[in-house]
């Protein structure tokens, strides 16, 4: 009988136990859940090596993106939207068979036959609408870049090259994502330095810059395609003593063997932006300051000339 009387307590005292571990983990997993939710102003996108890990849909209207670059290259991201019917699969099998044959005459030296290959892209094409994205963002640092996006099909792409000049797109960074009908009831951010973007003016700001954190908005007052096939954008640069401008102007244009390759040039640091975005539309990031020489720059042929290349410095 004793023992059957302890052999009771001691599974009394071991269900008891178990109870109150239960309710711990349930508090544990409770207060997990309300951290996503508190976190949840963001959405998350990680580059560990060649690809995009996020979540696969997310609500139209405005949205945060943060995005932490793991990875040992300088990336950016770009929200593409496809036309209806189009998918990452019409992206394989149309699109990049062009722009790898292109560039690939590019690097050889074939420059006339390399742009004669993106005559091959489909007339589709066309009707993508590039629709923001983070700026370009050096390894090991994270942008955070806030787009108004409408509902519909989107590729997330990265078309920095490797050091053999094949696009990051083809190496794996090319995201389907859904955005869908219900909004995000997200507001933009309040911005304390405004930039604007046009072919005709180039890149003007206006605010003072000083250390410590900044949110800009860009708005972008016209839009079109370049001699390189895209639009306009705004990146921010940190610039070292040792950095070329001229090297740096250069390396911002993709459709040249060395442009937009791995390496960036020396004494440049990339800390987001806003990408290519559509006419009237207005985009948002944040940085924070340090005092040294900074820069704007788009990423398109001769932006000095465009002024589309300002620097700064901050004291």
Known sequence: MKIQTALLAVTLVLAFACKS?????NNSQLT?????KIESDYIEVTTRSMEFICPDTIPSGWNTFKY????NETHFFLMDKYPEGKTIRDMKNEVLPPFNKGMDLINQGNNEEGFAAFGELPEWFGQIVFSGGSGLIGPKNTSITTIKLNPGYYIMECYVKMPNGKWHTSMGMAKPLIVTEKDSGNSPP???IKINISKEEGIKFSGDINKGEHIFSVHFTDQSPHEHFIGHDVNLVKLSDDANLEKLEAWMNWS???GLKTPVPNGVTFLGGVNDSPAGSTGYFKATFASGKYAFISEVPNSKAKGMLKTFTVE
């Open 68 to 71: 932490y670059n793991l990875s």
């Open 21 to 25: 571990e239960k309710k711990e983990n």
């Open 32 to 36: 997990s859940e309300t951290t996503k």
């Open 190 to 192: 309040a911005a304390d």
């Open 256 to 258: 040249t063997p060395f």
